[in-house]
Protein backbone atom coordinates (compact mmCIF):
# COMPACT_ATOMS: atom_id res chain seq x y z
CA UNK A 1 0.00 0.00 0.00
CA UNK A 2 1.29 3.60 -0.95
CA UNK A 3 1.67 6.45 1.25
CA UNK A 4 -1.18 7.84 -0.52
CA UNK A 5 -2.93 5.42 -0.14
CA UNK A 6 -2.95 4.79 3.27
CA UNK A 7 -3.49 8.61 3.93
CA UNK A 8 -6.85 8.08 1.99
CA UNK A 9 -7.49 5.62 3.69
CA UNK A 10 -7.05 7.51 7.04
CA UNK A 11 -9.28 10.32 5.78
CA UNK A 12 -11.74 8.16 5.19
CA UNK A 13 -11.83 6.50 8.37
CA UNK A 14 -11.70 9.90 9.84
CA UNK A 15 -14.84 10.74 7.82
CA UNK A 16 -16.95 7.73 8.84
CA UNK A 17 -16.07 8.54 12.77
CA UNK A 18 -17.42 11.95 12.45
CA UNK A 19 -20.22 11.11 10.49
CA UNK A 20 -21.05 8.33 12.88
CA UNK A 21 -20.66 10.79 15.74
CA UNK A 22 -22.97 13.46 14.56
CA UNK A 23 -25.24 10.75 14.05
CA UNK A 24 -25.27 9.32 17.04
CA UNK A 25 -25.12 12.87 18.28
CA UNK A 26 -28.67 13.93 16.46
CA UNK A 27 -30.31 10.40 17.57
CA UNK A 28 -29.07 10.91 21.61
CA UNK A 29 -30.52 14.46 20.97
CA UNK A 30 -33.47 13.85 19.00
CA UNK A 31 -35.63 13.02 21.63
CA UNK A 32 -34.65 15.57 24.17
CA UNK A 33 -35.82 18.23 21.31
CA UNK A 34 -39.26 16.60 20.77
CA UNK A 35 -39.47 16.10 24.87
CA UNK A 36 -38.68 19.78 25.15
CA UNK A 37 -42.02 20.54 22.58
CA UNK A 38 -44.12 17.67 24.49
CA UNK A 39 -43.36 19.68 27.44
CA UNK A 40 -44.93 22.54 25.73
CA UNK A 41 -47.86 20.03 24.71
CA UNK A 42 -51.14 20.02 26.94
CA UNK A 43 -52.19 16.54 28.69
CA UNK A 44 -54.86 15.34 26.78
CA UNK A 45 -57.08 15.58 30.57
CA UNK A 46 -55.63 18.72 31.09
CA UNK A 47 -58.68 21.76 30.68
CA UNK A 48 -58.00 24.38 27.44
CA UNK A 49 -56.48 27.63 29.51
CA UNK A 50 -57.24 30.86 29.44
CA UNK A 51 -53.71 32.33 30.11
CA UNK A 52 -53.02 31.23 26.79
CA UNK A 53 -54.66 33.19 23.83
CA UNK A 54 -53.38 31.60 20.81
CA UNK A 55 -53.62 34.13 17.40
CA UNK A 56 -52.08 34.71 14.60
CA UNK A 57 -50.30 37.68 12.35
CA UNK A 58 -50.32 37.70 8.63
CA UNK A 59 -48.23 39.84 6.68
CA UNK A 60 -50.06 40.59 3.67
CA UNK A 61 -46.86 42.37 1.99
CA UNK A 62 -45.06 38.70 2.53
CA UNK A 63 -47.88 36.80 1.28
CA UNK A 64 -47.14 35.34 -2.59
CA UNK A 65 -49.45 36.17 -5.75
CA UNK A 66 -50.44 32.57 -7.00
CA UNK A 67 -49.30 30.75 -3.72
CA UNK A 68 -52.30 28.74 -2.65
CA UNK A 69 -50.29 26.64 0.19
CA UNK A 70 -51.83 27.22 2.86
CA UNK A 71 -55.12 26.75 1.94
CA UNK A 72 -53.60 23.05 0.34
CA UNK A 73 -52.32 22.10 3.41
CA UNK A 74 -55.52 23.52 5.16
CA UNK A 75 -58.01 21.30 3.11
CA UNK A 76 -55.23 18.04 3.15
CA UNK A 77 -54.73 18.16 6.94
CA UNK A 78 -58.57 18.49 7.68
CA UNK A 79 -59.30 16.23 5.10
CA UNK A 80 -61.70 19.06 3.42
CA UNK A 81 -62.22 17.73 -0.50
CA UNK A 82 -63.13 20.50 -3.08
CA UNK A 83 -65.47 18.82 -5.52
CA UNK A 84 -66.00 21.95 -7.44
CA UNK A 85 -68.54 23.12 -6.55
CA UNK A 86 -67.54 26.46 -5.08
CA UNK A 87 -70.47 27.59 -3.53
CA UNK A 88 -70.77 24.78 -1.58
CA UNK A 89 -67.53 22.95 -0.70
CA UNK A 90 -66.34 24.05 2.63
CA UNK A 91 -63.20 26.18 2.36
CA UNK A 92 -61.39 27.13 6.22
CA UNK A 93 -59.37 29.31 4.71
CA UNK A 94 -59.20 30.95 1.18
CA UNK A 95 -56.56 33.21 -0.26
CA UNK A 96 -58.32 36.75 -1.43
CA UNK A 97 -57.63 39.01 -3.75
CA UNK A 98 -57.87 42.44 -3.23
CA UNK A 99 -57.89 45.81 -5.84
CA UNK A 100 -58.07 49.22 -4.26
CA UNK A 101 -61.24 50.99 -6.46
CA UNK A 102 -59.70 54.24 -6.20
CA UNK A 103 -55.75 53.42 -6.67
CA UNK A 104 -55.47 50.12 -8.56
CA UNK A 105 -53.18 48.58 -6.56
CA UNK A 106 -53.75 44.85 -5.43
CA UNK A 107 -52.49 42.38 -3.00
CA UNK A 108 -53.74 38.78 -1.98
CA UNK A 109 -54.04 37.19 2.15
CA UNK A 110 -55.45 34.35 3.38
CA UNK A 111 -59.12 34.60 5.40
CA UNK A 112 -60.32 32.78 7.56
CA UNK A 113 -62.51 32.21 10.93
CA UNK A 114 -60.31 35.36 12.61
CA UNK A 115 -61.13 33.45 16.45
CA UNK A 116 -63.06 36.42 17.83
CA UNK A 117 -62.98 37.71 21.58
CA UNK A 118 -66.34 38.15 21.02
CA UNK A 119 -67.73 35.81 18.54
CA UNK A 120 -70.56 37.29 16.90
CA UNK A 121 -71.34 33.29 15.90
CA UNK A 122 -70.71 32.39 19.79
CA UNK A 123 -74.04 34.83 20.58
CA UNK A 124 -76.38 33.71 17.96
CA UNK A 125 -76.17 29.77 18.65
CA UNK A 126 -78.91 28.37 19.99
CA UNK A 127 -77.81 25.21 21.54
CA UNK A 128 -74.33 26.33 22.80
CA UNK A 129 -73.02 24.38 19.56
CA UNK A 130 -70.48 27.22 18.58
CA UNK A 131 -68.31 27.85 21.49
CA UNK A 132 -64.92 29.86 22.25
CA UNK A 133 -61.81 27.64 24.15
CA UNK A 134 -60.45 29.06 27.17
CA UNK A 135 -57.80 29.97 25.30
CA UNK A 136 -59.45 31.85 22.64
CA UNK A 137 -59.63 29.34 19.67
CA UNK A 138 -63.40 29.41 18.29
CA UNK A 139 -64.76 25.84 17.84
CA UNK A 140 -68.10 23.87 16.77
CA UNK A 141 -69.50 21.00 18.91
CA UNK A 142 -70.06 18.87 15.97
CA UNK A 143 -72.24 16.86 18.68
CA UNK A 144 -74.92 19.18 19.39
CA UNK A 145 -74.87 21.99 16.07
CA UNK A 146 -78.06 21.59 14.64
CA UNK A 147 -77.44 22.87 11.78
CA UNK A 148 -79.78 25.98 11.57
CA UNK A 149 -77.06 28.04 9.96
CA UNK A 150 -77.74 31.35 12.33
CA UNK A 151 -73.99 31.58 12.92
CA UNK A 152 -73.32 31.72 9.06
CA UNK A 153 -75.77 34.60 9.24
CA UNK A 154 -73.96 35.94 12.12
CA UNK A 155 -70.17 35.42 11.34
CA UNK A 156 -68.71 39.45 9.63
CA UNK A 157 -66.02 37.02 7.81
CA UNK A 158 -67.89 34.62 5.84
CA UNK A 159 -65.82 32.16 7.37
CA UNK A 160 -67.81 29.43 8.08
CA UNK A 161 -69.38 26.32 5.61
CA UNK A 162 -71.86 24.88 6.12
CA UNK A 163 -71.48 20.74 5.53
CA UNK A 164 -74.17 19.81 2.19
CA UNK A 165 -72.91 17.08 1.14
CA UNK A 166 -72.16 13.36 2.86
CA UNK A 167 -68.59 12.97 3.67
CA UNK A 168 -66.30 10.10 2.95
CA UNK A 169 -62.60 9.75 4.18
CA UNK A 170 -62.70 11.88 7.23
CA UNK A 171 -58.99 12.90 9.13
CA UNK A 172 -59.59 10.86 12.79
CA UNK A 173 -58.33 14.27 14.27
CA UNK A 174 -60.76 16.46 12.24
CA UNK A 175 -64.70 14.74 12.86
CA UNK A 176 -67.25 16.70 10.78
CA UNK A 177 -70.77 15.80 9.65
CA UNK A 178 -73.33 16.35 6.75
CA UNK A 179 -75.57 19.35 7.86
CA UNK A 180 -73.62 20.65 10.40
CA UNK A 181 -71.30 24.21 10.02
CA UNK A 182 -67.63 23.93 10.58
CA UNK A 183 -64.93 26.57 9.93
CA UNK A 184 -60.84 26.67 10.67
CA UNK A 185 -60.13 25.34 13.86
CA UNK A 186 -56.62 26.90 14.30
CA UNK A 187 -55.65 23.07 14.15
CA UNK A 188 -56.39 22.95 17.79
CA UNK A 189 -55.38 19.15 16.79
CA UNK A 190 -52.25 20.46 16.30
CA UNK A 191 -51.99 23.04 18.69
CA UNK A 192 -53.04 20.63 21.47
CA UNK A 193 -49.79 18.89 20.45
CA UNK A 194 -47.74 21.94 20.53
CA UNK A 195 -47.49 22.16 16.84
CA UNK A 196 -48.68 25.14 15.12
CA UNK A 197 -51.49 25.40 12.10
CA UNK A 198 -50.91 23.41 8.88
CA UNK A 199 -51.46 26.45 6.82
CA UNK A 200 -48.42 28.35 9.13
CA UNK A 201 -45.90 25.15 8.75
CA UNK A 202 -46.97 25.56 4.62
CA UNK A 203 -46.47 28.55 4.27
CA UNK A 204 -42.92 28.57 6.21
CA UNK A 205 -41.87 25.81 3.89
CA UNK A 206 -42.69 28.26 0.94
CA UNK A 207 -40.23 30.53 2.00
CA UNK A 208 -42.75 32.96 2.60
CA UNK A 209 -43.36 32.94 6.52
CA UNK A 210 -46.06 35.69 5.73
CA UNK A 211 -47.85 33.33 8.73
CA UNK A 212 -46.74 33.88 12.29
CA UNK A 213 -48.69 31.64 15.06
CA UNK A 214 -48.60 32.10 18.68
CA UNK A 215 -49.72 32.76 22.12
CA UNK A 216 -50.67 36.70 22.71
CA UNK A 217 -50.51 36.23 26.35
CA UNK A 218 -46.67 35.75 26.36
CA UNK A 219 -44.97 38.33 26.32
CA UNK A 220 -41.59 36.87 25.25
CA UNK A 221 -43.61 34.95 21.92
CA UNK A 222 -42.70 36.26 18.63
CA UNK A 223 -46.04 37.33 18.17
CA UNK A 224 -47.02 39.33 21.43
CA UNK A 225 -43.36 41.51 20.80
CA UNK A 226 -44.02 41.98 17.33
CA UNK A 227 -47.68 43.14 17.76
CA UNK A 228 -45.93 45.36 20.34
CA UNK A 229 -43.81 46.65 18.12
CA UNK A 230 -45.10 46.96 14.54
CA UNK A 231 -48.66 48.24 13.15
CA UNK A 232 -50.91 45.51 12.77
CA UNK A 233 -55.02 45.75 12.31
CA UNK A 234 -58.37 43.79 12.71
CA UNK A 235 -60.73 43.11 9.71
CA UNK A 236 -63.85 45.14 10.36
CA UNK A 237 -62.08 46.72 13.27
CA UNK A 238 -65.21 48.56 13.86
CA UNK A 239 -67.49 45.70 15.06
CA UNK A 240 -64.49 45.86 18.23
CA UNK A 241 -64.70 41.94 18.41
CA UNK A 242 -61.22 42.30 19.57
CA UNK A 243 -59.92 39.23 17.02
CA UNK A 244 -56.95 36.75 17.05
CA UNK A 245 -56.32 36.37 13.90
CA UNK A 246 -54.10 40.12 12.78
CA UNK A 247 -53.26 41.62 9.60
CA UNK A 248 -50.33 43.50 8.10
CA UNK A 249 -49.83 46.00 5.49
CA UNK A 250 -53.90 46.44 4.76
CA UNK B 1 -134.26 16.20 1.66
CA UNK B 2 -132.76 19.46 0.85
CA UNK B 3 -130.75 19.68 4.19
CA UNK B 4 -129.68 15.93 3.64
CA UNK B 5 -128.36 17.11 -0.10
CA UNK B 6 -126.46 19.59 1.75
CA UNK B 7 -124.66 17.69 4.61
CA UNK B 8 -123.77 14.83 2.14
CA UNK B 9 -122.32 17.46 -0.01
CA UNK B 10 -120.64 19.33 2.65
CA UNK B 11 -119.37 15.96 4.11
CA UNK B 12 -117.63 15.30 0.68
CA UNK B 13 -116.13 18.78 0.34
CA UNK B 14 -114.84 18.42 3.64
CA UNK B 15 -112.87 14.95 3.06
CA UNK B 16 -111.96 16.63 -0.32
CA UNK B 17 -110.38 19.42 1.32
CA UNK B 18 -108.56 17.41 4.05
CA UNK B 19 -107.41 15.39 1.59
CA UNK B 20 -105.82 18.62 -0.61
CA UNK B 21 -104.17 19.30 2.36
CA UNK B 22 -103.05 16.38 3.31
CA UNK B 23 -101.30 15.45 -0.26
CA UNK B 24 -99.47 18.80 0.39
CA UNK B 25 -98.10 18.15 3.49
CA UNK B 26 -97.04 14.84 2.40
CA UNK B 27 -95.35 16.67 -0.54
CA UNK B 28 -93.63 18.52 1.99
CA UNK B 29 -92.34 15.71 4.52
CA UNK B 30 -90.83 13.96 1.16
CA UNK B 31 -88.82 16.83 -0.09
CA UNK B 32 -87.92 17.02 3.70
CA UNK B 33 -86.77 13.74 3.67
CA UNK B 34 -85.13 14.14 0.06
CA UNK B 35 -83.08 17.29 1.76
CA UNK B 36 -82.11 15.32 4.35
CA UNK B 37 -80.40 12.29 3.35
CA UNK B 38 -78.76 14.23 -0.01
CA UNK B 39 -77.71 17.05 2.30
CA UNK B 40 -78.58 20.66 1.06
CA UNK B 41 -76.83 20.35 -2.36
CA UNK B 42 -80.08 19.56 -3.18
CA UNK B 43 -81.24 22.72 -2.56
CA UNK B 44 -80.44 26.49 -4.15
CA UNK B 45 -78.58 27.59 -0.80
CA UNK B 46 -74.72 27.71 -0.09
CA UNK B 47 -72.30 28.66 1.60
CA UNK B 48 -73.19 32.54 1.54
CA UNK B 49 -77.04 32.49 1.03
CA UNK B 50 -77.77 29.94 4.10
CA UNK B 51 -81.01 30.61 4.45
CA UNK B 52 -83.42 29.85 1.56
CA UNK B 53 -87.04 29.74 0.54
CA UNK B 54 -87.65 27.53 3.62
CA UNK B 55 -87.02 30.44 5.84
CA UNK B 56 -89.33 32.65 3.69
CA UNK B 57 -92.21 30.62 4.14
CA UNK B 58 -91.39 29.49 7.63
CA UNK B 59 -91.15 33.27 8.58
CA UNK B 60 -93.99 34.55 7.16
CA UNK B 61 -95.95 31.60 8.16
CA UNK B 62 -94.82 32.34 12.00
CA UNK B 63 -95.31 36.61 11.59
CA UNK B 64 -98.75 35.82 10.11
CA UNK B 65 -99.76 33.81 13.32
CA UNK B 66 -98.87 36.29 15.67
CA UNK B 67 -100.79 39.08 13.61
CA UNK B 68 -103.75 36.53 13.11
CA UNK B 69 -104.24 37.18 16.90
CA UNK B 70 -104.40 40.62 16.47
CA UNK B 71 -108.54 40.11 15.85
CA UNK B 72 -108.83 38.19 18.92
CA UNK B 73 -107.33 40.95 21.25
CA UNK B 74 -109.12 43.83 19.06
CA UNK B 75 -111.82 41.55 20.30
CA UNK B 76 -110.80 40.79 23.93
CA UNK B 77 -108.23 43.29 24.93
CA UNK B 78 -109.88 46.49 23.60
CA UNK B 79 -113.45 45.41 23.96
CA UNK B 80 -114.68 45.85 20.13
CA UNK B 81 -118.16 43.63 19.78
CA UNK B 82 -117.42 42.38 16.48
CA UNK B 83 -114.14 40.95 17.13
CA UNK B 84 -115.05 39.35 19.90
CA UNK B 85 -117.03 36.27 17.86
CA UNK B 86 -114.15 36.16 15.46
CA UNK B 87 -111.51 35.60 18.61
CA UNK B 88 -112.05 31.12 18.43
CA UNK B 89 -111.43 31.65 14.38
CA UNK B 90 -108.07 33.75 14.91
CA UNK B 91 -106.90 31.43 17.85
CA UNK B 92 -107.14 28.77 15.80
CA UNK B 93 -105.44 30.30 12.73
CA UNK B 94 -102.71 30.78 15.16
CA UNK B 95 -101.69 27.83 16.06
CA UNK B 96 -102.32 26.57 13.08
CA UNK B 97 -99.77 28.93 10.94
CA UNK B 98 -97.32 28.64 13.70
CA UNK B 99 -97.11 25.00 13.61
CA UNK B 100 -96.78 25.06 10.15
CA UNK B 101 -94.00 27.63 10.46
CA UNK B 102 -92.15 25.50 13.24
CA UNK B 103 -92.67 22.40 10.96
CA UNK B 104 -90.93 24.20 7.86
CA UNK B 105 -88.19 25.55 10.13
CA UNK B 106 -87.38 22.37 12.13
CA UNK B 107 -87.32 20.55 8.68
CA UNK B 108 -84.94 22.99 6.75
CA UNK B 109 -82.28 21.86 9.99
CA UNK B 110 -79.08 20.60 8.88
CA UNK B 111 -79.95 18.05 10.93
CA UNK B 112 -83.40 17.85 12.04
CA UNK B 113 -83.01 14.47 14.02
CA UNK B 114 -81.35 16.97 16.76
CA UNK B 115 -84.43 18.93 17.67
CA UNK B 116 -83.89 17.30 20.80
CA UNK B 117 -80.67 18.99 21.10
CA UNK B 118 -82.62 22.12 20.54
CA UNK B 119 -84.90 21.87 23.36
CA UNK B 120 -82.81 20.75 25.58
CA UNK B 121 -79.45 22.69 25.51
CA UNK B 122 -79.90 26.32 25.54
CA UNK B 123 -77.78 29.49 24.60
CA UNK B 124 -79.67 32.49 26.52
CA UNK B 125 -77.34 35.16 24.40
CA UNK B 126 -79.58 33.55 21.46
CA UNK B 127 -82.50 35.36 20.42
CA UNK B 128 -83.59 31.77 18.57
CA UNK B 129 -83.03 30.15 22.20
CA UNK B 130 -85.59 32.69 23.10
CA UNK B 131 -87.66 32.31 20.30
CA UNK B 132 -88.00 28.46 21.08
CA UNK B 133 -89.31 29.23 24.39
CA UNK B 134 -91.88 32.12 22.26
CA UNK B 135 -92.82 30.42 19.68
CA UNK B 136 -93.69 26.87 22.16
CA UNK B 137 -95.05 29.24 24.54
CA UNK B 138 -97.60 30.66 21.91
CA UNK B 139 -99.45 27.53 21.24
CA UNK B 140 -99.93 27.08 25.12
CA UNK B 141 -101.09 30.90 25.86
CA UNK B 142 -103.61 30.51 23.18
CA UNK B 143 -105.07 27.01 24.17
CA UNK B 144 -105.24 28.56 27.41
CA UNK B 145 -107.17 31.70 25.71
CA UNK B 146 -109.25 29.37 23.54
CA UNK B 147 -110.13 27.43 26.53
CA UNK B 148 -111.45 30.76 28.22
CA UNK B 149 -113.16 31.23 25.51
CA UNK B 150 -115.11 28.17 24.87
CA UNK B 151 -115.68 26.94 28.24
CA UNK B 152 -118.50 29.03 29.93
CA UNK B 153 -117.28 28.76 33.59
CA UNK B 154 -113.67 30.23 32.52
CA UNK B 155 -115.02 32.98 30.35
CA UNK B 156 -114.18 35.67 33.09
CA UNK B 157 -111.00 34.79 32.45
CA UNK B 158 -110.77 35.03 28.68
CA UNK B 159 -109.73 39.05 28.96
CA UNK B 160 -107.00 38.18 31.48
CA UNK B 161 -106.00 34.99 28.80
CA UNK B 162 -106.66 37.67 25.95
CA UNK B 163 -104.12 40.67 27.06
CA UNK B 164 -101.23 37.66 28.08
CA UNK B 165 -101.90 36.26 24.65
CA UNK B 166 -101.68 40.13 23.12
CA UNK B 167 -98.24 40.92 25.03
CA UNK B 168 -96.84 37.33 24.03
CA UNK B 169 -97.46 37.78 20.63
CA UNK B 170 -95.73 41.01 20.64
CA UNK B 171 -92.98 40.31 22.55
CA UNK B 172 -92.53 36.89 20.00
CA UNK B 173 -92.69 39.07 16.59
CA UNK B 174 -90.30 41.50 18.13
CA UNK B 175 -88.06 38.12 18.66
CA UNK B 176 -88.86 37.45 15.08
CA UNK B 177 -87.85 40.64 13.81
CA UNK B 178 -85.02 40.60 15.89
CA UNK B 179 -83.28 37.65 14.37
CA UNK B 180 -82.56 39.52 11.87
CA UNK B 181 -82.08 42.85 13.73
CA UNK B 182 -79.22 41.58 15.79
CA UNK B 183 -77.46 40.49 12.83
CA UNK B 184 -74.15 43.16 12.78
CA UNK B 185 -72.67 41.14 9.80
CA UNK B 186 -74.41 42.00 7.38
CA UNK B 187 -75.71 45.56 5.48
CA UNK B 188 -79.23 44.05 5.37
CA UNK B 189 -80.07 43.69 8.76
CA UNK B 190 -78.54 45.33 12.37
CA UNK B 191 -81.41 47.67 12.34
CA UNK B 192 -83.43 48.27 15.56
CA UNK B 193 -86.59 49.14 12.83
CA UNK B 194 -86.77 45.42 11.77
CA UNK B 195 -88.30 44.38 15.48
CA UNK B 196 -91.50 46.93 14.87
CA UNK B 197 -91.75 46.33 11.26
CA UNK B 198 -92.32 42.71 11.54
CA UNK B 199 -94.87 43.68 14.48
CA UNK B 200 -96.70 45.81 11.54
CA UNK B 201 -95.93 43.55 8.67
CA UNK B 202 -98.00 40.55 11.33
CA UNK B 203 -101.03 42.57 11.97
CA UNK B 204 -101.55 42.97 8.32
CA UNK B 205 -100.70 40.08 7.29
CA UNK B 206 -102.72 38.38 10.05
CA UNK B 207 -105.70 40.21 9.13
CA UNK B 208 -105.51 39.06 4.87
CA UNK B 209 -105.25 35.84 6.07
CA UNK B 210 -108.00 36.34 8.46
CA UNK B 211 -110.42 37.88 5.70
CA UNK B 212 -109.68 35.25 3.42
CA UNK B 213 -110.41 32.43 5.69
CA UNK B 214 -113.10 34.11 7.35
CA UNK B 215 -114.71 34.43 3.75
CA UNK B 216 -114.45 30.99 2.55
CA UNK B 217 -116.15 29.86 6.08
CA UNK B 218 -119.10 32.38 4.80
CA UNK B 219 -119.60 31.57 1.25
CA UNK B 220 -119.46 27.60 2.60
CA UNK B 221 -121.97 28.45 4.83
CA UNK B 222 -123.82 30.13 2.26
CA UNK B 223 -123.94 33.52 4.65
CA UNK B 224 -122.38 37.28 3.38
CA UNK B 225 -120.36 39.42 5.64
CA UNK B 226 -122.72 42.45 7.05
CA UNK B 227 -121.16 45.44 5.08
CA UNK B 228 -120.81 47.56 8.29
CA UNK B 229 -118.08 44.65 9.68
CA UNK B 230 -116.59 44.13 6.09
CA UNK B 231 -115.98 47.97 6.10
CA UNK B 232 -114.74 47.92 9.36
CA UNK B 233 -112.28 45.09 8.61
CA UNK B 234 -110.63 46.35 5.69
CA UNK B 235 -110.31 49.42 6.96
CA UNK B 236 -108.01 47.93 9.75
CA UNK B 237 -106.22 46.49 6.76
CA UNK B 238 -105.66 49.05 4.76
CA UNK B 239 -103.98 51.21 8.12
CA UNK B 240 -101.67 47.99 8.40
CA UNK B 241 -100.93 48.14 4.87
CA UNK B 242 -99.66 52.22 5.05
CA UNK B 243 -98.02 50.89 8.07
CA UNK B 244 -95.47 47.86 6.97
CA UNK B 245 -95.19 50.38 4.07
CA UNK B 246 -93.73 53.20 6.12
CA UNK B 247 -91.56 50.67 7.87
CA UNK B 248 -90.20 49.73 4.86
CA UNK B 249 -89.62 53.47 3.42
CA UNK B 250 -87.92 54.31 6.62
CA UNK B 251 -85.49 51.13 6.65
CA UNK B 252 -84.23 51.87 3.34
CA UNK B 253 -83.82 55.60 3.56
CA UNK B 254 -81.88 55.37 6.57
CA UNK B 255 -80.22 52.67 4.71
CA UNK B 256 -79.96 55.35 1.73
CA UNK B 257 -78.58 58.03 3.90
CA UNK B 258 -75.40 56.23 4.95
CA UNK B 259 -72.63 55.96 2.84
CA UNK B 260 -71.51 52.85 3.98
CA UNK B 261 -74.74 51.14 2.37
CA UNK B 262 -75.75 53.04 -0.69
CA UNK B 263 -74.46 50.28 -2.58
CA UNK B 264 -76.20 47.44 -1.05
CA UNK B 265 -79.18 50.08 -1.21
CA UNK B 266 -78.78 50.47 -4.64
CA UNK B 267 -78.58 46.52 -5.64
CA UNK B 268 -81.94 45.98 -3.60
CA UNK B 269 -83.55 48.84 -5.00
CA UNK B 270 -82.27 49.20 -8.47
CA UNK B 271 -79.80 46.89 -10.26
CA UNK B 272 -80.37 43.63 -8.57
CA UNK B 273 -81.92 41.81 -11.05
CA UNK B 274 -84.50 39.71 -9.74
CA UNK B 275 -84.96 41.63 -6.24
CA UNK B 276 -85.81 45.11 -7.53
CA UNK B 277 -88.13 43.89 -9.52
CA UNK B 278 -89.34 41.68 -6.80
CA UNK B 279 -90.02 44.47 -4.33
CA UNK B 280 -91.44 47.64 -6.77
CA UNK B 281 -93.31 45.04 -8.70
CA UNK B 282 -93.99 42.34 -6.16
CA UNK B 283 -94.44 44.45 -2.88
CA UNK B 284 -94.87 47.94 -3.72
CA UNK B 285 -97.09 47.82 -6.90
CA UNK B 286 -98.99 44.49 -6.25
CA UNK B 287 -98.67 43.47 -2.48
CA UNK B 288 -99.09 47.59 -1.43
CA UNK B 289 -100.57 50.16 -4.09
CA UNK B 290 -103.08 47.68 -5.48
CA UNK B 291 -104.73 46.83 -2.15
CA UNK B 292 -104.56 50.22 -0.95
CA UNK B 293 -106.51 51.07 -4.63
CA UNK B 294 -109.48 48.16 -3.91
CA UNK B 295 -109.60 49.06 -0.15
CA UNK B 296 -110.23 52.23 -0.28
CA UNK B 297 -112.03 52.64 -3.95
CA UNK B 298 -115.65 54.61 -3.02
CA UNK B 299 -117.27 51.81 -5.20
CA UNK B 300 -114.70 49.18 -4.83
CA UNK B 301 -114.09 49.11 -1.46
CA UNK B 302 -117.53 48.11 -0.47
CA UNK B 303 -117.88 44.82 -1.76
CA UNK B 304 -116.76 41.43 -0.36
CA UNK B 305 -114.66 40.26 -3.57
CA UNK B 306 -112.66 43.20 -3.50
CA UNK B 307 -111.53 43.23 -0.14
CA UNK B 308 -110.51 39.49 -0.42
CA UNK B 309 -108.58 39.95 -3.59
CA UNK B 310 -106.57 42.78 -1.67
CA UNK B 311 -106.04 40.46 1.19
CA UNK B 312 -104.75 37.71 -1.70
CA UNK B 313 -102.55 40.84 -3.20
CA UNK B 314 -100.93 41.49 0.60
CA UNK B 315 -100.07 37.77 0.97
CA UNK B 316 -98.08 38.10 -2.49
CA UNK B 317 -96.34 41.32 -1.35
CA UNK B 318 -95.37 39.93 2.10
CA UNK B 319 -93.58 36.56 0.01
CA UNK B 320 -92.16 39.18 -2.56
CA UNK B 321 -90.92 41.66 0.45
CA UNK B 322 -89.54 38.57 2.12
CA UNK B 323 -87.89 36.96 -0.30
CA UNK B 324 -86.23 41.03 -0.96
CA UNK B 325 -85.22 40.89 2.70
CA UNK B 326 -83.97 37.71 3.58
CA UNK B 327 -82.30 36.56 0.58
CA UNK B 328 -81.39 39.46 -1.12
CA UNK B 329 -80.03 40.71 1.85
CA UNK B 330 -77.67 37.47 1.70
CA UNK B 331 -77.02 37.16 -1.79
CA UNK B 332 -74.82 40.81 -1.44
CA UNK B 333 -71.43 39.89 -0.90
CA UNK B 334 -70.43 41.07 2.97
CA UNK B 335 -68.15 44.39 2.86
CA UNK B 336 -65.03 43.11 4.93
CA UNK B 337 -62.65 45.18 3.07
CA UNK B 338 -64.26 48.71 2.29
CA UNK B 339 -62.97 50.89 -0.31
CA UNK B 340 -61.84 47.23 -2.33
CA UNK B 341 -62.85 45.05 -5.06
CA UNK B 342 -62.56 41.39 -3.56
CA UNK B 343 -62.12 37.67 -5.31
CA UNK B 344 -61.38 34.66 -4.14
CA UNK B 345 -62.19 30.76 -4.65
CA UNK B 346 -64.76 30.98 -2.19
CA UNK B 347 -66.91 33.82 -3.94
CA UNK B 348 -66.18 36.95 -2.10
CA UNK B 349 -66.96 40.07 -3.63
CA UNK B 350 -69.71 38.71 -5.80
CA UNK B 351 -73.57 38.63 -5.55
CA UNK B 352 -74.52 34.69 -5.19
CA UNK B 353 -76.96 33.35 -8.02
CA UNK B 354 -79.68 32.11 -5.79
CA UNK B 355 -82.60 30.10 -7.52
CA UNK B 356 -85.15 28.33 -5.27
CA UNK B 357 -85.08 24.66 -5.99
CA UNK B 358 -88.02 22.28 -5.86
CA UNK B 359 -87.76 19.98 -2.81
CA UNK B 360 -87.48 23.58 -1.18
CA UNK B 361 -90.32 24.58 -2.46
CA UNK B 362 -92.42 22.25 -1.84
CA UNK B 363 -91.00 21.95 2.11
CA UNK B 364 -92.31 25.55 2.25
CA UNK B 365 -95.87 24.54 0.96
CA UNK B 366 -95.93 21.95 3.20
CA UNK B 367 -95.62 24.02 6.03
CA UNK B 368 -98.92 26.15 4.22
CA UNK B 369 -100.12 22.70 3.62
CA UNK B 370 -100.10 21.80 7.89
CA UNK B 371 -101.77 25.15 8.59
CA UNK B 372 -104.58 24.20 6.21
CA UNK B 373 -105.28 20.79 7.01
CA UNK B 374 -105.31 22.14 10.96
CA UNK B 375 -107.94 25.34 10.29
CA UNK B 376 -110.22 22.93 8.07
CA UNK B 377 -109.76 19.99 10.68
CA UNK B 378 -110.51 22.38 13.71
CA UNK B 379 -112.93 24.56 11.89
CA UNK B 380 -115.33 21.49 11.30
CA UNK B 381 -115.07 20.03 14.43
CA UNK B 382 -115.00 22.88 16.80
CA UNK B 383 -117.35 25.45 14.93
CA UNK B 384 -115.59 28.20 14.88
CA UNK B 385 -117.59 30.16 12.43
CA UNK B 386 -118.11 33.65 13.48
CA UNK B 387 -121.88 34.34 14.29
CA UNK B 388 -122.57 37.83 14.69
CA UNK B 389 -125.26 38.68 16.61
CA UNK B 390 -126.79 41.66 14.93
CA UNK B 391 -129.12 43.00 17.62
CA UNK B 392 -126.03 43.34 20.04
CA UNK B 393 -123.94 45.00 17.25
CA UNK B 394 -126.49 47.73 16.68
CA UNK B 395 -126.82 48.15 20.23
CA UNK B 396 -123.32 48.63 20.69
CA UNK B 397 -123.35 51.04 17.72
CA UNK B 398 -120.77 49.01 15.24
CA UNK B 399 -123.41 48.24 12.87
CA UNK B 400 -126.23 50.59 11.40
CA UNK B 401 -129.09 48.38 10.28
Sequence with gaps: MSEKEQESGKAGRRGFIGASIAGLATLALAPGVRLIEIGNARPADEAASSTHRWGMLIDTNKCAKGCNACATACNLENGLVQTGRPRTDAQWIRKVELRDKRTGATQQMPLMCQHCEHPPCVDVCPTGASFKRADGIVLVDRHICIGCRYCMMACPYKARSFVHEPLTEQKPDVPRGKGCVESCTLCVHRVDRGETPACVEACAAEGHKALLFGDLKDANSEIAKRLKTEASTELRANLQLNTGVRYQGI | ?401
Design chain 2, 1 to 401: MQVEVFHRLEERFFYGLALAGGLIVGLGLLAAHYMETHGHIVTGMDNQVVWGTPHIFAIFLIVAASGVLNVASIGSVFGKTVYKTRAPLSGLLSIAMLAGGLMVLMLDLGRPDRLIVAMTYYNFKSIFTWNVFLYTGLFAVVAVYLWTLMERRMNRYSKVAGFTAFVWRLVLTTGTGSIFGFLVARQAYASAVLAPMFIVMSFGWGLAVFCIVQSAMFSWNKMELHPDILKRMKNLLGIFIAGTAYFVAVYHLTNLYFAKQIDFTRFILVDGGIYPLLFWVGYVLIGTAIPLFLIYHPKLGKSCPAVIWASVLVLFGAFALLYVLIIGGQAFPLDIFPGKEVSSSFLDGQVAPYAPSAPEILLGLGGIGVAFLITTIGVRVLHFLPQDDFVQLQGAGNITD
